[in-house]
């Protein structure tokens, strides 16, 4: 289970950032055109806001988890969910939870 949480992971920052680094390219990092568009309609809505309850639950989740399992630099998650999204920075504290469980059971 551990590498498909590595594969999930490079793939929550690819796929995303294959539609954000063109629209970068177009309009440069427009918040307000960003934020027009993200709630553009009811179901471009509904997506965001669903992202964002995930996003605040891996603020939440995080750092509770990884102090309990004595995991360092937890901040890395935060910031790799703050800069793509939760696809990358939740399968990617999961690869390396599941990595200091393993070491801790042997």
Known sequence: MQWLYLIAAILGAVWPLSYFVPFLAAHGLDVPLIFSQLFQNNISAFFAIDV???????????????????MKHLWVYILCTLAVGGSLGLPLFLFFRERKLRTDNK
Do not use: C, H
């Not at 750092?63 to 004595?70: D, F, I």
């Open 52 to 70: 964002f309850v995930s996003g605040l639950t891996i603020f939440l989740f995080v750092p509770s988890e990884g102090r309990r399992l004595g």
